[in-house]
């Protein structure tokens, strides 16, 4: 069964950056896309970006020009680079993977960001 594990979270200031990395494992074949979603306190999860193994990316309007992700298909690594964060970007970040046989999540990161 595909695992999924995230790190690179932490605390940043308003201005700064921080990069997130996820690493799947297990039985992924075919099309796919990876991606990271985010949850607010008080608020429904919400996909961030989103990446095909064809590298066709989909980017949440409210990170556009912010955020950049990447994979690294040979090793089925994702990344999220984020810049100029600010403190509505506060939340748990999740990385996703769905092929055409389901969907994966891992246990989700915390990203805090101070004024």
């Known amino acids: 069964q595909v695992q999924l594990v995230e790190s690179g979270g932490g605390l940043a200031q308003a201005g700064g950056s921080l990069k997130l990395s996820c690493v799947a494992s297990?039985?992924?074949?075919?099309?796919?896309?990876m991606g990271w979603y985010r949850q607010a306190p008080g608020k429904q999860r919400q996909l961030v970006a989103s990446?095909?193994?064809?590298?066709?990316?989909n980017y949440a309007d409210s990170v556009k020009g912010r955020f950049t992700i990447s994979r690294d298909n040979a090793k089925n690594l994702v990344y999220l680079q984020m810049n100029s964060l600010q403190p509505e970007d506060t939340a748990v970040y999740y990385c996703?993977?769905?092929?055409?046989?389901?969907?994966?999540w891992g246990q989700g990161t915390q990203v805090t960001v101070s004024s």
């Open positions: 990446i095909s193994n064809g590298g066709t990316a």
């Open positions: 297990g039985n992924i074949f075919g099309i796919n896309v």
């Open positions: 996703a993977l769905t092929t055409r046989g389901g969907s994966s």
